[in-house]
Antibody
Framework: QVTLRESGPALVKPTQTLTLTCTFS??????????VSWIRQPPGKALEWLAR???????YYYTSLKTRLTISKDTSKNQVVLTMTNMDPVDTATYYC?????????????WGQGTTVTVSS | DIQMTQSPSSLSASVGDRVTITCRAS??????LNWYQQKPGKAPNLLIY???SLQSGVPSRFSGSGSGTYFTLTISSLQPEDFAIYHC?????????FGGGTKVEIK
């Protein structure tokens, strides 16, 4: 059974750096074709894809947030970490991690439950 | 970046109705288009990948079609559990982008 779980602070102050961890089980991110993405959803708004890391350590970022985002993986721990610098109240959202892969045209077939992050002083 | 535009943004329908949602890409994405269903307070659930492939476990009343810049998601006979928000997403090129969502409500 494939599962993913997001963890991180529920509240961050403006200008701080957010660090989110996605801990997964049931698959290996060293398997060819596998990837993990981060997606967020502000309250009442659309989904916004943020970043993706592939099995071969290729990394992809949302254009307008590229300078603030860093994605990394620890294959031995089955974790993917996303950091976002200089947080702002507009970054308040539910943050999800999700598994994707070449076998499903890089759709995302298993999602974590999401973690809500509020940016406020 | 590739822009994804869904229409309508919301619709009202009755149980048993046939429902079609459209998604347009700002440039050709071949068949690299995925559809998700999201219920309140829950994470999205993959329904269709590669424009027309039904994800395992998804009821056959859901179908997808299209290529290039125009895509559709069809629910052949709407069921009570289908009232939700539907999202399209392109996986042709980075950054991967989502449409704005379509809310399907009960008439």
């Amino acid at each position: 059974q494939v599962t993913l779980r997001e963890s991180g602070p529920a509240l961050v102050k403006p200008t701080q750096t957010l660090t989110l961890t996605c801990t997964f089980s049931g698959f290996s991110l060293s398997t060819s074709g596998m990837c993990v993405s981060w997606i967020r959803q502000p309250p009442g708004k659309a989904l916004e894809w943020l970043a993706r890391i592939d099995w071969d350590d290729d990394k992809y970022y949302y254009t307008s947030l590229k300078t603030r985002l860093t994605i990394s993986k620890d294959t031995s721990k089955n974790q993917v970490v996303l950091t976002m610098t200089n947080m702002d109240p507009v970054d308040t959202a539910t943050y999800y991690c999700a598994r994707g892969g070449r076998m499903i045209a890089y759709g995302m077939d298993v999602w974590g439950q999401g973690t809500t992050v509020t940016v406020s002083s | 970046d590739i822009q994804m535009t869904q229409s309508p943004s919301s619709l009202s329908a009755s149980v048993g109705d046939r429902v079609t949602i459209t998604c347009r890409a700002s440039q050709s994405i071949s068949t690299n288009l995925n559809w998700y269903q999201q219920k309140p307070g829950k994470a999205p659930n993959l329904l269709i990948y590669a424009a027309s492939s039904l994800q395992s476990g998804v009821p056959s009343r859901f179908s997808g079609s299209g290529s290039g810049t125009y895509f559709t998601l069809t629910i052949s006979s709407l069921q009570p559990e289908d009232f939700a928000i539907y999202h399209c997403q392109q996986s042709y090129s980075s950054p991967l982008t989502f449409g704005g969502g379509t809310k399907v409500e009960i008439k």
